[in-house]
């Protein structure tokens, strides 16, 4: 198989350097393009970045002479050397609807990242374990933007990448009907490290702008279904939730709570737990774990620094499952914020596009 050739909008930033160490050695796709904003652009990727390479890997030797391009200045001529592009920019929210709007005119498919399209109803939201069926509305979305191959699909929220599939293999059986969720969420997802965030060392703070509102609506897209030109949502369960920012490098921890119209044994949960298998692992894609949601029997575990780099960083990790008081049930999950929740969940949803041709030319 020839390989897809990629580019990474926004690779000098956190998520982007993510997508640029996932894509070193990918075995399908072939990482030829790394754009970012002028800063940027006429620098070698090892210059860009400089003191900024922020991931635990080292930065790959095959990235390190890429010379950088403008996102925006050499779109064009971006979009005519690659298959796709991801996009990992961070820019005003019209701003980055418009640019990857733009690389899908030129019909160059983007795999995003960014929340910008994340409610544009025929942009596809996808978490490919979950709902797969929804790249079905990218011909509708494609006769919106009048292109022949170019079209927009993007990942959800890092903070739900745990929970929702945990929740998952329970709703329609068991009719989940009500969760109260509280995340721990690490400081990459700020795009920061602790040296460049020095005041998140020994600290809590329980405000992440927008994060709750996401961690309950955007559920309710992926759960929703095609209909027609656009994706309708789920009207249940209803989901209330709290967000905080924790000293954790890596990984977002969530404590959930649930209740269902028919209200299963703790046996049945985690039976269809070790079960639960989706689209990824039947087609094998690259980047799919084996196991996607691996349940602990001890009762300090997950534990975000032992756990969050389970299978890649692309299992979601779950544990403290026991019966509540006020709710049925009450659990913790565990899931890589910057891998599962960002460009590893990005990839991942490309592998399914490209398995699926909506990559073809
Ligand atoms: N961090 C996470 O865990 C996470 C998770 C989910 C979603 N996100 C979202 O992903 C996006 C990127 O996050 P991040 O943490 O990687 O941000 P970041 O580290 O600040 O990186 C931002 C990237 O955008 C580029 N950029 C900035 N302004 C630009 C412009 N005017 N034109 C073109 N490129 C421009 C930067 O290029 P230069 O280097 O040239 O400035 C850099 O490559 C954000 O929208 C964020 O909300 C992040």
Known sequence: MNKLKVGVIGGTGMVGQRFVSLLAEHPWFELTVIAASARSAGKTYEQAVGSRWALEV??????????????????????????????????????????????????????????????????????????????????????????KRGFIAVKSNCSLQSYVPALHPLKDEFGLNKILVCTYQAISGAGKTFETWPEM??????????????????????????????????????????????????????????????????????????????????????????QFIHYFQEPDRPQTKLDRNLEGGMAVSVGRLRPDTQYDYKFVCLSHNTLRGAAGGGVLLAELLCAEGWFDR
């Open 58 to 147: 080292p930065m790959p030797e095959m990235a390190k002479g890429i010379v950088v391009k403008s996102a925006v200045d050499d779109m064009a001529e971006i979009a005519g050397q690659v298959d796709f592009v991801f996009s990992a920019v961070d820019m005003k929210k019209d701003e980055i609807k418009a640019l990857e709007e733009a690389y899908a005119k030129l019909e160059c498919p983007v795999v995003s990242n960014n929340s910008a399209h994340r409610w544009t109803p025929d942009v596809p939201m996808v978490v490919p374990e979950i709902n797969p069926e929804h790249l079905e509305v990218i011909p509708a979305q494609r006769k919106r933007l009048g292109t």
């Open 201 to 290: 060392v020994d600290n809590i703070i329980p405000y992440i702008g927008g994060e709750e509102e996401k961690s309950e609506q955007e559920p309710l897209k992926l759960w929703g279904h095609v209909d027609g030109d656009h994706i309708a949502n789920a009207e249940a369960p209803s989901i209330t939730a709290q967000c905080l920012r924790v000293p954790a490098s890596n990984g977002h921890m969530a404590a959930v709570f649930a209740s269902f119209d028919k209200k299963p044994t703790e046996e049945e949960i985690k039976a269809r737990w070790a079960a639960f298998s989706g689209k990824p692992q039947a087609l094998d894609l690259p980047s799919a774990p084996k």
